[in-house]
């Protein structure tokens, strides 16, 4: 049946193989199978974040009553007579993360504009290398340099700044998170079409204008987009805040002293306060499902932001 | 002989490895439609495409013609969104059945592309890809198996002493015949090619056009093209499709001189496309 | 910029004139610049700042004895010996682990599902779990790993909590890399009657793998400077010997920094900065490999 072209019978050899090919059938059934289990594992995983996270945090509720959770004005997890109420704490991690974001923001998004609109493609290639390098510096660094620099830079320009306080780590963290926002807004800048440029250009607009006025507009739900990841990124922040930001949780919206955010009262309490079992121990799961719901919900407002008004062009 | 009409076809025997007697068409196309989500792409094809001799398609662009050419070794089930209807019989095997392996009859029939695209691996290791993947791993046989495809291609004496080198160092007309020696490498029964000349300059095409009827002898071999010339030039038969649909399909010298339809004849006469 | 309407006819002396307000608009424009160059600019200066201030700090106490000894009551003694092979040892086992699990899941996107919803609620999941803060991944390795299997506060615990963690990223950057194989180069293999993973393995990951090994050297740099969640599963930050197995306790060079940093005397504080150096020499000489891998192989399409 088949032409006959050959002197080695290749074709002949290939149907022979082809017979016996058990052990390669076994391959090209097992792997995908392989791989589906490991791409269920990304599964596992969240259901077991959130499994953990939900059934120690409803032990803890057993204990402690969600209204005081919720209202109660004062955190003291190692009073005689303790307080659990949340509220100290996430108005530690937002005031934070509000000085950070002050910084964060503006730097960010003005390095973006230079980035994607005035900047020469060299001068391009060599900023954003400083940027990728300057979000790969561990958090623990950032900390370091936040206690051992800039908090004594600042008492002096503020005498009564204490050693651990809200100031110094907010503006590290804004510092950290700088290439994130420049880096998320400037893709969104990028993806405004030339052609919207050039035809604002062609009307005599400055680039400024251009920048402003029609670039930034059009890139608008990305560039928000990246402002929403960037104070996500800012409450889960753990390291600056632990070193930086000191273990006061305070309801006093006095940045000069010390506060306490929740990552950093995660991480105090597991540093050996807590004994396995207690209500103090269960505190870390409550404060940690809180801190999860908060992260949870600005990644999916920015991913709904970006996604809504991505076929705009 | 050319009818392209034919419903004698038999896709209850399917299964019969029919040695006894040689069939004269290689492929059997029986009312086949096929559609791209709820474009429909081919409407209705009916072609017998006969062996050892070149079978050219031509039409416009968006004619169907890549797609079908595709279909014959059921390369568009690649895009998720293909469905098709109606029946392939290659060598009178029904190539849709759920008991046939793919992979057989893609071993069967070979394909070079409108883009030359060698992996980016030496010359050597792509040409015994093939022959790899089908589990001959005999050193010597397979430098017999790279020396004789490279010759079979014309390429053998341009490369043989760099076989080693990657083969994106290849000019793109070598590169598209080294895409042809590997596809001759597994001694295919079928040659599908899809416009293999279109990215290529008019010496490399040439030389491609002489490789054509070389192969002709050892090989059936099925060519889309969009350039009319080049089908006048190397085909034996030539099919005329227009919006998916097979206009005419003929002796390449009838649909070249006397046409029956009018839209071949305005096609073929540059009216159009 | 709204043209405003003209309703009388212009002559030729009115059309050669400048707008009136343009070298304000210039002006503004030049201003601005400058101040989106600055702000360009600033993030260089902190980089600047950052290391000349940790190199001043932690220089005099870098040398030979602070990679060989281990942590010490005495500052001049105090070295991160154990750390240092902490942390190799942790990503020793994080990378092969953290890598089939990543790969897998990418291959198993981007070659293997069809587009329903149960991929794109995978596609998702991992996108969520980018944005989950480090210290939630603690709190689940402390859970699943130290308490419910039983491991305690071991390598093997620290290890899987950090592949969890780096997980999206590798998915995402090897997702990145197979889908950037062209599709030619996959069409000329199945046509030539090659299977799924055949296809896969001989063609598409050879391609890929310069972009997938990349992606995982980017992760594991940042694993190998996350402190919290290590902290939450209990890596010691005081030991005085070197793991053994999987089953070792162990501490980490973040952890250790961070144990530094946090006493009041000034010189444990140059002593983590002689740490932190030895660090980012770390992470540099990682990003360094990255780098190189991404621009050897780049031109190959």
Known sequence: MMADHSNTPIHKMIEEKAS???????????????????????????IGIVFTLVFETFTFFQDVSVVEFITSPDWYPMFQDPDFGIRPLLLGTFTIAFIAMCLAIPVGLASAIYLSEYASDKTRRTVKPVLEVLAG?????????ALTFITPLLQTFIPGLAIYNALSPGIVMGIMIIPMVASLSEDAMSA????????AFALGATRLEVSLKVVLPAALSGVIASFVLAISRAVGETMIVTVAGGANPTADLDITSSMQTMTAYIVQMSLGDAGFGTTVYYSIYAVGMTLFIFTLAMNIIAHVISNRFREEY | MLASKDNNTQAEEVYEPNTARPADSVYKVDQLNLWYGQDQALKNIELEIPEQQVTAIIGPSGCGKSTFIKTLNRLTEMIPSVKTTGGIYYRNQDIFDKKYKVELLRTKVGMVFQNPNPFPKSIYENIVYGPKIHGIKDKKVLDEIVESSLKGAALWDEVKDDLKKNAFGLSGGQQQRLCIAR????????????????????????????????????????????NMQQAGRISDNTAFFLNGEVVEYDRTDKIFSSPDDKRTEDYISGRFG | ????????????????????????????????????????????????????????????????NLITSFASRNPSDAGILAAFVGTIWLMAVTAPISFILGVGTAIYLEEYANKNRFTS????????????????????GLTLFVRELAMGRSIIAGALTMSLLILPIIVVASQEAIRSVPTNLKEASYAMGATNWQTIYRVVLPAALPGILTGNILALSRAIGETAPLIMIGALTYIAFLPENLLSQFTVMPIQIFNWTSRPQEEFHLVAAAGIIVLLAMLLLMNSIAVWIRNKFQRRF
């Not at chain 2, 029964?189 to 056009?209: G, Q, R």
């Not at chain 2, 059936?220 to 093209?225: E, L, M």
């Open chain 1, 137 to 145: 510096i561990p958090t623990i660094v950032y900390g370091f340099f």
């Open chain 3, 1 to 64: 910029m709204k043209a405003a309407r003209q309703e009388t006819t212009i002559t030729t002396e009115e059309r050669l004139q400048e707008p009136a307000n343009l070298s304000v608009r210039e002006w503004k424009n030049k201003i601005f610049k400058g101040i989106f160059t600055a702000a360009a600019g600033f993030s260089l200066l902190m980089l600047i700042v950052l290391i000349l201030r940790i190199f001043t700090q932690g220089i005099g106490y870098l040398d030979w």
């Open chain 3, 121 to 140: 609620l995978i596609q998702t999941n991992i996108s969520n779990l980018a944005g989950v803060p480090s210290v939630v991944f603690g709190l689940l």
């Open chain 1, 20 to 46: 016996k090919k058990g052990m390669a059938n076994v391959t090209e059934t097992l792997m995908p199978k392989f791989f589906l289990v490991c791409a269920i594992i990304s599964i596992l995983t969240t």
């Open chain 2, 183 to 226: 596809c001759l490498a597994v001694e295919p029964d079928v040659l599908l090619m899809d416009e293999p000349t279109s990215a290529l300059d008019p010496i490399s095409t040439l030389k491609i056009e002489e490789l054509v009827q070389d192969l002709k002898k050892n090989y059936s071999i099925i060519i889309v093209t969009h």
């Open chain 1, 192 to 199: 405004v079409p030339q052609s919207m440029r050039q035809g």
